[in-house]
């Protein structure tokens, strides 16, 4: 399988991880696409309608597989060790919604991104830049009360670290000075060999 994927996207790395955590790093070839709405990527278009990476292609002329969540879903029904996506019960709607909250922060700090650095200078509208930071602060708050930091990992603790690792890459507004159990936990999270694997690097390109 290839991987379409990202050195500074936290969904690229998300669906990485979770690749790692899964047993199944070493059936991917991981190539790297840069992507923006402003640059056109034609052939991750060519797999994505959206032009988002990551894109999971599959042997025997399967459809291609897009986006993160999709990605993840698929991964865990190769995945022969014990599920990352808790199949049943009120864990697999708690992993799901902690994963949720983890998209969001992401897609937040992406806007946050566009109102501060990459819209230029005139196009950028600081209410809108404000109401996405509102939603990062009441996201970590959140997370703070709801996350499982003891249980197994799961595609939820995925989300999050991925998310949180790439909010601090980009210098976004923080969660440590009031979050400390998410802070202690995301130390500990990110020395796991997946998250050590996957490094983030490099610039957007718009
Ligand atoms: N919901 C998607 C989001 C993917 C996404 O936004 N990827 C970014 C990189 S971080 C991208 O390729 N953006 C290009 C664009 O918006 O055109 C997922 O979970 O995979």
Redesign the pocket.
């Known amino acids: 399988m290839k991987l379409l994927y990202?050195t500074h996207?936290?969904?690229?790395r998300k669906a990485l991880v979770f690749a790692h955590e899964a047993g199944l790093a070493d059936r991917l070839a991981v190539e790297h696409h840069e992507?923006?709405?402003t640059h056109r990527n034609a052939q991750v278009f060519a797999e994505n309608p959206?032009?988002?990476?990551?894109v999971l292609l599959r042997p025997g002329g399967l459809p291609p597989l897009?986006?993160?969540?999709v990605i993840c879903a698929y991964l865990d029904t190769l995945n022969e060790g014990r599920k990352l996506i808790p199949e049943a019960g009120e864990a697999r709607w708690h992993a799901l919604r902690v994963q949720a909250v983890a998209?969001g922060l992401a897609e937040a700090g992406?806007a946050i991104r566009w109102e501060t650095t990459r819209r230029p200078e005139g196009l950028r509208y600081l209410a809108l830049r404000d109401g996405y930071i509102a939603k990062l602060h009441a996201s970590y708050a959140w997370l703070e009360g709801e996350l499982d930091f003891e249980s197994p990992v799961h595609v939820g603790h995925i989300a999050v670290a991925t998310a949180l690792t790439w909010l601090e890459f980009r210098d976004l507004p923080p969660f440590r000075d009031k979050h400390p159990r998410l802070a202690t936990w995301l130390d500990t999270f990110a020395q796991r060999p997946s998250m050590r694997a996957t490094p983030l690097s490099g610039n957007t390109h718009d």
């Open positions: 990202q996207s936290p969904y690229a992507t923006s709405p959206l032009g988002k990476v990551p897009f986006d993160s969540d998209q992406i």
